[in-house]
């Protein structure tokens, strides 16, 4: 089963502060997957990286394959980009699997 | 919006109970997932279904299965409730062919178990 890591827990900033979330991963695997969870539950897949970078607004994505290790940047942060960040990976490391997620990391974005 | 829905958005059992909750997925897609989320956790993969047959499975007791019917919907069953499994359940499809595919999440079910 593949462990990932995920840090920090909880994370509160100023807007406009470029923020980064660090995730890890024990088993190689074939996509790293980065989500949002708003309260109330809802997840929402913002990246799904398999190596280098990825760029959505001002939301950027890395994944260092040969390290098991990925993170996710936003640039000038924003109030409403407070949520709870998931990174997860496949449970066993291969392609048709389930997600193994991280515990999240709760951000605050204050104005 | 995923275009995944799950029914229904808020149930109550009790200890010892049984109870189904419902997956619809996105049209086409031909592997569902699901997953247990406790209160401050991260979500948990109970089992994933591809095609009908399951296709991995967490750590999750013989109690919890599944279904997976050809017109896009599923179920998750879970026999004999504990106060544990009081969660989130969501339920997320994807259309799994040569390379692995993004993961669409419905909004989940809450399950109270008294």
């Known amino acids: 089963k593949n462990e990932v890591e995920q840090s920090p827990q909880n994370l509160t900033a100023q807007e406009g502060e470029f923020i980064t979330i660090n995730c890890s991963y024990s088993?190689?695997?074939?996509?790293l997957h980065w989500l949002q969870q708003h309260p109330g539950g809802g997840i929402v897949s913002l990246f799904m990286?398999?190596?280098g970078k990825k760029k959505h607004g001002r939301l950027i994505a890395t994944i260092n394959i040969q390290e098991k290790h990925s993170s996710l940047h936003i640039t000038a942060s924003h109030p409403r980009d407070s949520a709870v960040y998931i990174c997860?990976?496949?449970?066993?490391?291969?392609?048709?699997?389930?997600?193994?997620f991280g515990k999240g990391t709760h951000l605050i974005i204050q104005p | 919006e995923t275009g995944v829905t799950q029914s229904p958005t808020h149930l109550i059992k009790t200890r010892g109970q049984q109870v189904t909750l419902r997956c619809s997925s996105q049209?086409?897609?031909?592997?569902v997932s699901w997953y247990q989320q406790a209160l401050g956790q991260g979500p948990q993969f109970i089992f994933q279904?591809?095609?009908?047959?399951?296709?991995g499975r967490g750590n999750f007791p013989p109690r919890f299965s599944g279904l997976q019917f050809p017109n896009y919907s599923s179920e998750l069953n879970v026999n004999a409730l504990e106060l544990d499994d009081s969660a989130l359940y969501l339920c997320?499809?994807?259309?799994?062919?040569?390379?692995?595919?993004?993961?669409?999440f419905g909004p989940g079910t809450r399950l109270t178990v008294l």
């Open positions: 997320a499809s994807s259309l799994v062919g040569r390379t692995y595919n993004e993961q669409f």
């Open positions: 088993v190689g695997i074939s996509a």
């Open positions: 990286l398999s190596s």
């Open positions: 997860a990976a496949p449970y066993s490391g291969g392609g048709a699997d389930g997600l193994t």
């Open positions: 049209s086409g897609h031909n592997t």
């Open positions: 279904y591809y095609r009908e047959e399951e296709n």
